[in-house]
């Protein structure tokens, strides 16, 4: 295979990928399938805000001395 005809290869296939996240992308927002489920995120039970005021103490507490 000449150089040419495998970089012409190699962007068909890129562009094949790219059309398929495309299309892939387009049926999950056109369906009624929720993107995320709240049992695979146990750390929000307590609600975002409880969340979000852990995540800021933990960071502080690693930048103290």
Known sequence: ???QRASIV???KLLARAELRRR???AFLRSD???WQ???HPELGAG???WVKNLRSESE???RP
Do not use: F, G, W
Request: charged share 35%.
């Open 1 to 3: 295979m000449t150089s």
């Open 10 to 12: 190699s962007r068909d």
């Open 24 to 26: 892939n992308l387009l």
């Open 33 to 35: 399938r929720p993107s």
């Open 38 to 40: 709240e049992h695979d």
């Open 48 to 50: 975002t805000a409880a």
């Open 61 to 63: 507490r690693r930048l």
